[in-house]
């Protein structure tokens, strides 16, 4: 929503056919950098190759001397570097995209990358600065009147104030966020924004001891799972399946009053499939919450520590802290 996700990583629209400035992205080199990044997240093509390949788009780019490449290219590479966990690279190339999109005057995505850089910082635990991150965006997007900037920025801005705990403020922003989806029409994105509002509307009344709205919202999050192939929702659905079935202790029809690790393990393999390292960690450390709950502290002191490795290596300090906070009470 890069996240993401925190869940979310803004794309464009429309990838492979967008005009950046008076000279026009062709179609062909959009696509063939947008199609790169698809087959690494595929599996077609290992890491270290999708990287050279873009290596060599941005050569082209520079020989043509075109920014509005050099732009599409690095946001590919901040996108890519994203999915694989290197947080900073990320930043690193998100940074120069933004600037690039900002020599050729394309307002919208110099929007866009603030929100994909919003996102980075509330991974490293930067809150504030990803707050004023989606602020920028939702305000750029508000002056352009485009809906979905203000959407993903309302939704990052909520899962933000998820983080610090302030449930109806967060409520509040991720409720905005749905209902600027509902005016998108047939957004090719919509799915992916509910995805993690239903998720974090879920949460919220979770906490709120709101049972009955926590399952009504995580029932939407497994029907938009059902229906669609992107692994990312199956991710989150059945992680958050896992955090109400061992809190609530019940599960309505037709979820499966299961083992809560069943679904954690669900949501582990999901986000392995496509090299989400971030969100395996948080899978794994709402796992470990969960064992603790069921007082299982041997293996939960294990999935501490296993997602607080995946933190550290990530650049994620503030998920890293609270691992090692949790799993010092248990031992």
Known sequence: MTQDQ??????????SQVSIDSEVVLTEFAQRCYDIRIQWIGGEIPFQEALSRLDGCMREALSTSSPAKQAMVEYQLGYIHHYHGNIESSIYHYQHSRALFQQVGNQEYVARMELNLGEEYRYKGEFDRALAQFRVACAVGREINNLSLQAFAMLNTGWVLLDFE??????????????LVGQMGDYWQKDGVLAEVYYGLSIVALRLADAATAWKYALSLVALADRNPDARFRGY????????????KTAPDPI????PDDYFRNSIQAFQ?????????RS?????????LRDARVDAVRKFQQAMLIFNRLGMTKDAARAIAAQAKLV
Do not use: H
């Open 6 to 15: 925190g869940f979310v990583t803004v794309e464009t629209e429309q990838d």
């Open 284 to 292: 794994l450390f709402a796992q470990a919450c969960s064992l603790a």
């Open 256 to 259: 499966p009053l299961t083992s």
């Open 166 to 179: 302030a449930w109806s403020e967060a409520r509040q922003s991720l409720a905005q966020a749905e209902l």
């Open 273 to 281: 499939e496509i090299r989400f390292e971030a969100e395996i960690a």
């Open 237 to 248: 659905a059945n992680r958050l399946l896992g955090e109400l079935i061992t809190e609530l």
